[in-house]
């Protein structure tokens, strides 16, 4: 079932440790067969080294399992909570790369300062607020999802145009219209992650880049009127 689907998860996941994204097994993609309605993510706690693409576990959006010897990523009901709200999302990716995550444990925003983040986001990247004592005994993994979307509609941010978050005190999660482009997103949060750092060290009073530039690199790359690349 979702042979192809399978492999392209497969792939996708295993191109986080290729790009130092992961240490061990922290980490986990996913992707969505809309038309089944089915998904796709890595299994749990399985290393990355002996993983096939006939590991991969398939899921459907109310937490069954419908196929896969192993139990899938203990993150599966915040992968399933984001394709439920959001229809564009294809492939969702949690890491916990250490430059998002020092952002993340800060409890802080990525400020955009410059084109390279304005080339992939439009604006800041959002920090998302703790779980609740009660929202993490219920269900931890659920309401972590409806955390990050709970702060995407709060601060009227699209998901489309932003795609990534961090959950505070956690980690991040990206997405994208497929299982690869939500890991090339991942790879990009990480070295805006880096050099927002780098910039605030060298300019702590620092101010995010104007919206004149941030508007232009963004557009340029995004919508109907782009002209970046072939």
């Known amino acids: 079932m979702l042979e192809q689907l399978k492999k392209d998860v497969y792939e996708a996941n295993m191109e ?3 790009r130092g ?36 576990v398939v899921m459907d959006l109310d937490g069954n399992k419908i196929e896969g010897r192993y139990k899938p990523s203990s993150d599966t009901a915040t992968h399933a909570e984001l394709y439920r709200k959001y229809s564009e999302i294809g492939g969702v990716v949690h890491t916990h790369s250490p430059e998002a995550v020092a952002w993340a444990q800060a409890g802080m925003d990525i400020p955009l300062y410059g084109t390279t983040h304005a080339d992939y986001f439009l604006g800041p990247i959002p920090c998302a607020r703790n779980l609740t004592d009660e929202e993490i005994e219920e ?3 659920k309401n972590t999802g409806l955390v990050i979307i709970e702060t995407f509609e709060e601060r009227k941010i699209s998901p489309i145009y932003t795609p990534a978050v961090l959950c505070k ?6 997405w994208g219209k497929d299982a690869a ?24 009073q620092v101010s995010p880049a104007p919206d004149n530039i941030k508007n232009k690199h963004f557009y ?11």
Not at 26 to 46: A, H, L
């Open 139 to 141: 269900a931890y993994e």
């Open 169 to 174: 005190n956690h980690g991040p999660f990206t």
């Open 21 to 56: 994204l992961v240490t061990y097994t922290w980490g986990n993609v996913s992707g969505i067969d809309r038309e089944s309605g089915y998904f796709v993510i890595k299994p749990s706690g399985v290393d990355y080294d002996k993983l096939t693409p006939e590991d991969m």
């Open 181 to 204: 482009e939500a890991v090339h997103n991942a790879v990009v949060l990480e070295e805006v992650a880096k050099m927002a750092r780098f910039t605030r060290q060298v300019n702590p």
């Open 16 to 18: 986080l440790p290729r």
């Open 220 to 230: 340029r790359k995004h919508g109907k009127n782009a002209y970046y690349g072939q």
